[in-house]
């Protein structure tokens, strides 16, 4: 199974729209605290939209609490990282995945990221930024995965309007 993992999210629209894609794609949402904001609803539900519902999530008091409950293979996006996040072969789905992602204005911290240097991993950017948007950040290394997955159980055609919406008249 996939895991998101977000260390201290600070920014509510972020997890809300990480809420959507994990929901979308089913995939086990786990957020650290401290958060940056509440988890009622109704902070989250405009990112989120009426998929909120939909989305698995459990929340830990901090990381050794989530580490203690969760075995797997643990990888840390982080702009420190040396391999970037496409250097890995995630393709085995009986193995538990878990992308941490840190938080917005700090990411995650150097104690924890120095545990296993060789799963801190980067996504490649110029010199122009410090790094991507969280939620852009989650999407593109779950979608890595998801891809080399064969996307598991996903959809590849249109629920709604049928795999044939667009060559019908």
Do not use: W
């Not at 401290?34 to 990112?47: H, T």
């Not at 420190?80 to 938080?103: A, P, R, V």
Request: one cysteine or more; charged letters at 25%; aromatic letters at 14%.
């Amino acid at each position: 199974m996939n895991h998101i993992v977000l260390y201290q999210p600070e920014i509510p629209q972020n997890t809300g729209n990480i809420m959507r894609t994990c929901a979308g794609t089913n995939t086990k949402l786990h957020l650290i605290k401290p958060l940056g904001f509440s988890l009622d609803e109704k902070y989250l539900r405009r990112s989120a939209v009426n998929y909120f519902e939909n989305c698995d999530y459990q929340v830990y008091e901090d990381f050794s609490d989530f580490a203690q409950k969760n075995k797997g293979k643990y990888y840390f996006l982080t702009r420190y990282g040396t391999n970037t996040y496409t250097d890995y072969n995630f393709s085995d789905t009986d193995e538990d995945i878990y992308l941490i992602f840190g938080k917005e204005s700090t990411g995650i911290p150097k104690e924890i990221l120095s545990n296993d240097l060789e799963h801190c991993l980067r996504i490649p950017t110029n010199d122009k930024i410090r790094a991507l948007n969280l939620s852009n950040c989650v999407a593109i290394v779950l979608f890595e995965v998801l891809r080399q997955q064969n996307f598991n159980d996903l959809l590849r055609s249109d629920p709604f309007k049928g795999e044939n919406y667009l060559s019908s008249k």
